[in-house]
């Protein structure tokens, strides 16, 4: 069999499942790490329920996924996940989902890795939403996960640290009202409103533009130039400024109101 034909053949069992993304829709991807837990709780042994040098990890995962080839607006996290909000025009690698998302595992899971010192790994999938409203609902799902998690999670170590086991702890939490939980951390001494604010909600990672002062060195003259640049919001505003932060990125401008990308 000519070589040539084998290829062309070979192709069709390689390609079966590229079905392109149709042009018109919004696309969100998510990485969640595999297997965190093991090597949060047991390999490293990051402190429960949230460790800052985890958060840092993560928000170097996330600089690098802003920078990685594909056209992102926002990469937002919480836990051990980071949802990116792709410019709808995207066009790299013809739109393939599998592509895109083998990539963007790769990527995330070889950058965290490096600034973790260890191997660690991604999974992911792709949303593909009909309108830019189902774009605000889904980062406003992620971020009433985060706060569900921040609230479970300290509840649940605290109890734990009290001399609960495993199970005993999430007995006692189960059918507990969000409210209920509030107050009995607050009367442990743990008041959740003043946690901090990436613990809450997570944080996000988007482009920003700064006023860089430059010095001309022929001339000596000092001049303010604008440049683009990579900020890390770790104070996320909550619910409706939230959503209009969200509405201002689809429309091509900053997450920040009356700032210019």
């Excluded at 690698?93 to 790769?106: N, Q, T």
């Excluded at 002062?213 to 890390?232: D, I, K």
Aim: net charge positive.
């Amino acid at each position: 069999m000519r070589s040539d034909d084998l290829e062309a053949r070979m192709r069709r069992y390689e390609t079966a499942l590229d079905h392109p993304i149709p042009p018109g829709f919004q696309i969100v991807a998510r990485l969640d790490g595999r297997s965190f837990t093991h090597l949060t709780k047991e390999v490293c042994r990051f402190d429960s329920p949230f460790d800052v040098r985890f958060h840092h990890l993560m928000a170097e995962t996330c600089r690098h996924l802003m920078t990685c080839g594909f056209n992102v607006r926002l990469a937002y996290s919480e836990s051990d996940e980071i949802s990116l909000l792709i410019h709808p025009l995207e066009a790299v690698f013809g739109r393939k989902p599998r592509k895109w998302m083998s990539i963007l595992a790769a990527e995330a899971s070889a950058a965290f890795s490096l600034a973790l010192g260890q191997t660690a790994a991604f999974d992911g999938r792709l949303s593909v939403l009909p309108g830019e409203e189902q774009v605000v609902d889904y980062f406003r799902w992620r971020m009433n996960d985060a706060a569900r998690c921040c609230l479970n999670g300290h509840a649940y170590w605290l109890l734990r640290r009290q001399g609960l086991g495993t199970r005993a702890a999430s007995e006692r939490l189960r059918g507990m009202e969000r409210s209920d939980k509030h107050e009995w951390l607050f009367q442990q001494g743990l008041n959740f409103d003043a946690l901090p604010t990436w613990q809450k909600r997570g944080f996000g990672v988007y482009w920003s533009t700064r006023e860089i002062a430059g010095v001309n060195p022929l001339t000596g003259e000092v001049s303010q130039t604008q440049r683009r640049v990579l900020h890390l919001d770790q104070d996320l505003p909550w619910k409706e400024e939230y959503a209009a932060g969200i509405r201002r990125l689809l429309a091509g401008a900053s997450f920040t109101q009356g700032e210019r990308v």
